[in-house]
């Protein structure tokens, strides 16, 4: 019996021993194709000799030095790498161990601000259905999931909630991108006017939703929409790319997409790719002055926060996804994979919609295409997509409840940015007997 309280009970899972490039090796030999880069975390695949020898070099000199009383040379150089391509006015770092972290500090930052920027009566955050923003108890109370949320919905905090941009399933038949995302930005005023405007702090979103959606990409121009709203009533507008940034949708930060500049920028995952664990906020000038000039500290942080290896395996990573070109690789590699997906499932009889950017794919699973009537939750449709794509080698993100928190498959991909053309054509040779197994044994139910 294994003693470790694993996330399903009733899983026995393969020991991971190993990993080279974009494969896992686990135990009994087996490699897997790692589609998903873990959760869109380990975007230099599993064996960068630089990155590995930054961390033993820190590892060596220092571990650990508490942040209330030093800082550290890895720390300092990796602020001033991200502030020095963040978006404009985004030029201080806050360090967090992972993203709900990330998150959390962020919405007490805002919290801070308010306070300090003379509007305590601003406390109320608004974010979207169908968002992901982390498990700790604020960032679930901030994020729309409600198969995440459910069991604990009497601890998590009252926030409130607006619709997703999810132009597959939301937007009307005869509406164009523009109304679309106009009549998003409108329900978002709405509320920010219902809650009661001088009383809300922030609006949280995903630039690009990650696994609750399946990489839905906003329509061209909501988020400046979003942005405008926001501005109009002193809202403060903050991204989350825990899981779509630092390269992983074709920019940098994938807000830069979009043409908007948040007051917060969350992010984990592919900032220290799975070397180390770490997340950060990028925080922009007109509301760390405030702090500065005003009580002069932030009254929020962690034991292992900005921790010096943690900064140094993050330092390298991102080194690495600027000197060696990697967000062009992911442009790139990103049009081939999506080339390859539409080739394979573009007239597939059960994959109702193809979308993403960059290395951030998915395919989400119908019954039927043309009422896009998803397969019923008790299928379990997901679930057996991950077990057969595992048996041929490959690790992809199956989700589940893409329609409604209940209802609705989607596959999200997210592979590697090192992986190769001949790695792509692997993964969708694997996925596609997989998906084809997994439904045949659906739609033999
Ligand atoms: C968009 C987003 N925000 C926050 C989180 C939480 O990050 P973590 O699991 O590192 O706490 C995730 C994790 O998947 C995420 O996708």
Known sequence: MTHVFHRDQRTSYPVAVRGEGCYIIDSHGRRYLDAAAGAAVSCLGHS??????????????LPYAVTSFFTTEPAEQLADLLASDAPPGLDRVWFALDGSEAVESALKLARQWA????????????????????NTLGALSAGGNAFRRAPYEPLLVPMHHVSPCYPYREQHAAESDAVYGERLARELEHEIERVGAE?????????????????????????????????????????DEVMCGLGRTGHLHACLAEDVVPDLLCLAKGLGAGYQPVGAVLIHRRISQVVTLGSGAFQHGHTFMGHAVACAGALAVQKAIRSRGLVDTVRERGRSLEHWLRERFGRHEYVGDIRGRGLFWTLELVRDRDSKQPFPPEAGLHARIKAEAMQRGLTCYPMPGCVDGQRGDHILLAPPYIISEPQLGELVDKLAPALDAAIASCVAL
């Not at 960068?48 to 000199?61: G, M, S, W, Y």
């Not at 509007?119 to 974010?127: A, C, G, L």
């Not at 939703?209 to 839905?216: K, P, R």
Request: hydrophobic share 45%.
């Open 48 to 61: 960068d000799a630089e990155v590995i020898a930054a961390i033993e070099t820190q590892l060596r000199r």
């Open 115 to 134: 306070i300090e920027a003379g509007q305590p009566q601003r406390r109320e955050i608004i974010s979207r259905r169908q968002s992901y923003h982390g």
């Open 199 to 239: 009383t809300v702090l922030a609006f949280i979103a995903e630039t690009v939703v990650g696994a609750t959606l399946g990489s839905a990409c906003a329509v061209p121009g909501y988020f400046r929409r979003a942005r405008e709203v926001c501005d109009r009533h002193g809202v403060l507008l903050i991204l």
